[in-house]
């Protein structure tokens, strides 16, 4: 140590270390001067004399002290959303926030774990490094936060001067100034009532990236990762196991000076990787037209697996039910409407096929329901076309529906009557005369 006095050996410890941290980047430094061809060799004994009058230990903190104020931790930046925006960038503790749903990844599923970046001033954000230096279960960050006797002790023997530079120091982990936001930042005006609006400013979870970062370089590159893989090329068994990550997309921030955005960001080359989000592809069944059947009720739409369970659910319900109140009648309309939605599916998927199926000899269905379901086959069939404007098929095909669903609703116990027929009818015939209204332009 510099200094003559009387102090704790646990403050020795810590200055020590600190000591050796100044040392290390003076060295460094000086390495860096004598390999520079741009400096005269004649100037280099001077400057490197500057360099270790700078290096020395209270000067050197005082500078480090004076800069902290340019930088502070986070764990979500705004620099990542636009680099010239200027608004707050937050550190959020991640072991007091509410748990994170099962299955679902957040910032809080770091807990204690979390890594915090560094935003602000690059030239300045050697200091983060000195305030991470770990003096065994804590951190000089964590000491200066609480103002640690011994630590104050170690930066200087005047007690005004290190309780200024712990309290600087201290500031780097903190959320600085009243939370803002920013033009150039992502803003949603999410409605509170009474025409009052809250601001909501997206901020980007660089701790979380991070952690994925973490892991995906660990599952691609390490040791056991590599072995696993090996192992799988020779279908051997592995201990380990590994994981692949398909269609990756990469966000790169900060173009060739991605330490302007945060240090992580420095610490991944700018690379931010995303995990897909497309929507699945989904390989749906070929649509058939519903021939060798008299009604869909009885043949293809009876028999889907879909339906079959709506019906239970209402038959089970109706079974269940002996009152007749707005909340029995609103739950049993809501359950008659999964069929009639189930219904209005499959009429819009066979309407997909080439108009004129029904006109096949394999079709038996009535006229109102190839009606119903072959309506584009009025375009070159007049005589279909002129049919259907003086039928009211959608009558009888809702008949038919409300037939078919007391029928089968009525098992067990249950026995459906005229007023479920009615009601049942009454609940399709809405839609298809919503239907009917749209077919008017292809009969015109």
Not at 20 to 48: G, Q, T
Not at 407 to 415: F, P, T
Request: overall charge negative; glycine content about 4%.
């Amino acid at each position: 140590m510099s200094e003559n006095r009387q102090i704790s050996q646990r403050a020795q410890l810590f200055r020590e270390q600190m000591e050796k941290f100044i040392a290390d980047r003076l060295a460094n430094k000086i390495e860096a001067l004598a390999k520079d061809s741009k400096v005269p060799d004649a100037d280099k004994p001077a400057k490197s004399s500057a360099l270790e009058k700078e290096y020395q230990f209270e000067n050197w903190v005082a500078d480090a002290a004076e800069s902290a104020s340019q930088i502070h931790f986070a764990t979500h930046i705004l620099k990542a959303v636009h680099p010239d925006a200027r608004g707050s960038n937050i550190v959020v503790e991640t072991e007091t926030t509410t748990s994170s749903r099962e299955g679902l990844v957040s910032s809080a599923v770091l807990k204690q774990s979390i890594r915090l970046d560094v935003v602000g001033n690059a030239a300045a954000q050697y200091v983060a490094k000195f305030v991470k230096l770990d003096f065994g279960a804590k951190s000089f960050l964590d000491l200066a936060i609480e103002k640690d006797p011994d630590l104050m002790s170690a930066l200087s023997s005047e007690v005004a001067l290190s309780s200024r530079w712990l309290v600087a120091f201290a500031a780097i982990g903190h959320t600085k100034g009243v939370l803002s936001s920013h033009a150039l930042a992502k803003q949603i005006y999410f409605p509170m009532g009474d025409g009052k609006y809250h601001l909501l400013s997206p901020l980007f979870p660089t701790s979380l990236v991070q952690r994925f970062y973490d892991r995906l370089q660990d599952d691609r590159y390490s040791e056991g990762a590599k072995a696993a893989r090996d192992a799988k090329k020779k279908n051997e068994p592995h201990i380990r196991g590994y994981c692949d990550y398909p269609d990756l997309g990469l966000q790169k921030l900060g173009g060739t000076k991605p330490l302007n955005i945060s240090t992580l960001n420095h610490e991944r080359r700018g690379a931010n990787w995303l995990l897909s989000s497309v929507p699945p592809s989904w390989h749906s069944a070929e649509i058939v037209p519903p021939f060798n059947a008299e009604s869909v009720f009885d043949g293809p739409f009876g028999r889907k697996r879909e339906v079959r369970a709506a019906t239970n659910a209402l038959r089970k319900f109706l079974e269940e039910t002996d009152n007749n109140n707005i909340t029995i009648r609103l739950r049993r309309a809501a359950l008659v409407g999964v069929i009639v939605d189930q219904l209005i599916d499959f009429m819009s998927r066979l309407t997909e096929l080439t108009p004129g199926w029904s006109a096949d000899a394999r079709c038996f269905l009535s006229l109102d329901e190839s009606f119903w379901l072959d309506p584009y086959r009025a375009k070159d069939d007049e005589e279909f076309r002129n049919a259907r404007r003086s039928s009211d098929w959608q009558q009888t095909v809702g008949g038919r529906f409300a037939k078919w669903l007391n029928r089968e609703l009525s098992i067990g116990k249950m026995d459906m009557g005229d007023d479920e027929h009615a009601q049942w009818s009454a609940d399709l015939e809405k839609e298809l005369r919503m239907f009917r209204d749209n077919l008017e332009s292809i009969d015109e």
